[in-house]
Nanobody, 126 residues
Framework: EVPLVESGGGSVQAGGSLTLSCAGS????????MGWYRQPPGGECDLAAL???????RYKESVKGRFTISQDNTKNTLYLRMDNLRLEDTAIYYC????????????????????WGKGTQVTVSS
């Protein structure tokens, strides 16, 4: 089995919607969190949304009310529903469990401890 694989990225106009999926064996092994991180072009990685150890969803302030994170344990899949997408949501989106972000050359990267997928590109255009 592959630890984590993302799908569902693509190109969409501002105001549109996409749903990302993340499947993999690492989801069953998560002990602290499972979530979605994103890295915009030339920018730093940050958290978009996660489900914490208590099962509570947590969101980056700028995506609250627009993004919804959910999981389907029967399918061993994590989802990120993204509505009312904005230009600034353009990024590579990564699924990760029990993640600690790595700093390389002073820039926070979407990699590090924990399990990470390879990412899926989301591009929002005007």
């Amino acid at each position: 089995e592959v630890p984590l694989v993302e799908s569902g990225g693509g190109s969409v106009q501002a105001g549109g919607s996409l749903t990302l999926s993340c499947a993999g064996s690492a989801l069953r092994l998560a002990t602290a969190s499972m979530g979605w991180y994103r890295q915009p072009p030339g920018g730093e990685c940050d958290l978009a949304a996660l489900i914490d150890r208590d099962g509570k969803p947590r969101y980056k302030e700028s995506v609250k009310g627009r993004f919804t994170i959910s999981q389907d344990n029967t399918k061993n899949t994590l989802y990120l529903r993204m509505d009312n997408l904005r230009l600034e949501d353009t990024a590579i989106y990564y699924c990760a469990t029990d993640a600690f972000l790595e700093v390389v050359g002073g820039v926070v990267q979407c990699r590090g401890r924990g399990y990470w997928g390879k990412g899926t590109q989301v591009t929002v255009s005007s």
